[in-house]
């Protein structure tokens, strides 16, 4: 099976402007969790959505938002970025429901200027 | 909330050492705990797992123990190898839950 896919790999952008990231999950898994990760604040959980429902959030501003499809992919959204939010944003899948294992991405590297 | 604290957040052993990363959590709700290693410029990977209705797991070089009474679990690596070195995390979930990460430990295998 293809493993979970991020895009872009890699983004500027500047302060201000807002910015939309995309996970595909694994095939068959319908839990897709955000997580933003920095050198000194380590993984921070975003989100999670299950069959298209947000069913977790984390502590994060009402700036960050997703969205999950019919299909499991997801999105995520920041508007009006602030220097702070330059991180990897990683994304993570798992079946959902009764099972745990999550299997990450390979991140959304946010460069804000 | 959850919280998950870890130790040490740097070790360095000799190769062919034991490595023993530790993680305490708060919350006697979460019954689901996974290692994660991240190499450098890559994702985190899925190295190990226990549930909280078992008391240890081995996987070859590396093993979990969980002690749930003291609310801790434990990462051990043996017979280190150079491409052990990275940055290992713990996490703490349950049923409905979200991960909770440790802050992570970054683990130096010397040749």
């Known amino acids: 099976k293809a493993g979970v896919t991020q895009t872009p790999r890699y983004l500027i952008k500047t302060r201000g402007q807002q910015v939309t990231l995309s996970c595909s999950p694994i095939?068959?898994?319908?839990?897709v969790s955000w997580y933003q990760q920095t050198p000194g604040q380590g993984l921070q959980f975003l989100f999670e959505?299950?069959?298209?429902?947000?069913?977790n959030k984390g502590n994060f501003p009402g700036r960050f938002s997703g969205r999950q499809f019919s299909n499991s992919r997801s999105e995520m959204n920041v508007s009006t970025l602030e220097l702070g939010d330059s991180a990897l944003y990683l994304c993570?899948?798992?079946?959902?429901?009764?099972?745990?294992?999550?299997?990450f991405g390979p991140g959304t590297r946010l460069t804000v200027t | 909330g959850e919280n998950v604290e870890q130790h040490p957040s740097t070790l360095s052993v000799q190769e062919g050492d034991s490595a023993v990363i530790k993680c305490t959590y708060s919350?006697?709700?979460?019954?689901?705990f996974p290692w994660y290693k991240q190499e450098l410029g890559k994702r985190p990977q899925l190295i190990i797992d226990?549930?909280?209705?078992?008391g240890e797991k081995k996987d070859q070089r590396i093993a979990v123990t969980l002690n749930k009474t003291a609310k801790h679990f434990s990462l051990h690596i043996t017979e280190t190898q150079p491409e052990d070195s990275a940055v290992y995390f713990c996490?703490?979930?349950?049923?409905?839950?979200?991960?909770?990460f440790g802050p992570g430990t970054r683990l130096s295998v010397l040749p």
């Open positions: 993570a899948s798992s079946l959902g429901r009764d099972t745990y294992e999550q299997y």
């Open positions: 095939s068959g898994h319908r839990s």
């Open positions: 959505y299950f069959s298209e429902t947000q069913r």
């Open positions: 919350d006697s709700a979460s019954n689901y």
């Open positions: 226990i549930r909280s209705n078992v």
């Open positions: 996490a703490a979930s349950g049923y409905g839950q979200n991960f909770v």
